[in-house]
């Protein structure tokens, strides 16, 4: 099953494994195959204004060729590079916790892109895998359960965009645009999705 959807309030992998069923993965595939009909670059869309604060993570960040990213309307581009730490969400508490701001440590290490002038608008924000070349699903494991990063193929088990207001006080509500995500096969139970 593949599913697109649109304008989701952000934040990623958390909130759309957070109502039951099986875990979504985000695929993030270069080549068309039987498991991939339609290969996505797990790219996501955001609209933030200037003085906004990017934090990206992704389960896939240093793995294979797992990196992030990001592009801003300008044309300037940025990346998390090959870094095991900054922009790696290790488990599902991390997922769960988000980013580590202030006092909180449980979440995951951002990396953080501050919107500077003229970059105000819609960013994109690619989410590369492992290995793109390769649609294998991953073993079926409930949304809410602890999980693994596929190390061989374009899955990506955790991912998150969240939005910082200009002050750095809060996270603000940002919206996602065009994913495309994929239930393990045959599976008894449905994938649960909830904004």
């Known amino acids: 099953m593949i599913f697109t959807r649109t304008v989701a309030r952000a934040e990623g992998?958390?909130?759309?494994?957070?109502s039951g069923g099986y875990r979504a993965y985000l695929n993030s595939a270069?080549?068309?195959?039987v498991n991939n009909l339609f290969p996505t670059t797990g790219t996501m869309k955001v609209y933030v204004n200037v003085g906004e604060r990017i934090y990206v993570g992704s389960s896939?960040?240093?793995?294979g060729s797992g990196t992030i990213n990001l592009r801003a309307p300008n044309g300037?581009?940025?990346?998390t590079g090959?870094?095991?730490?900054?922009?790696?969400i290790n488990n599902r508490t991390q997922e769960v916790n988000g980013p580590n701001v202030g006092s909180l440590t449980t979440g995951y290490v951002p990396a953080i892109i501050t919107v500077g002038a003229g970059q105000a608008g819609v960013w994109e924000i690619d989410f590369v895998p492992p290995n793109a070349a390769s649609a294998t699903n991953p073993t079926a494991i409930v949304s809410t359960g602890n999980w693994t990063q596929p190390t061989g193929t374009s899955m990506i088990a955790a991912f998150d965009v969240s939005v910082r207001n200009t002050a750095n006080t809060a996270f603000i509500p940002?919206?996602?645009?065009q994913t495309s995500l994929r239930q393990t096969s045959?599976?008894?139970m449905p994938l649960s999705m909830q904004s």
Do not use: C, D, H, M
């Open 30 to 33: 270069s080549a068309v195959s």
């Open 82 to 88: 090959t870094s095991t730490t900054t922009g790696r």
């Open 186 to 188: 045959a599976l008894p």
């Open 76 to 79: 300037v581009t940025y990346t």
């Open 60 to 63: 896939a960040q240093g793995i």
């Open 13 to 18: 992998s958390k909130e759309l494994n957070q």
């Open 174 to 177: 940002a919206a996602f645009i």
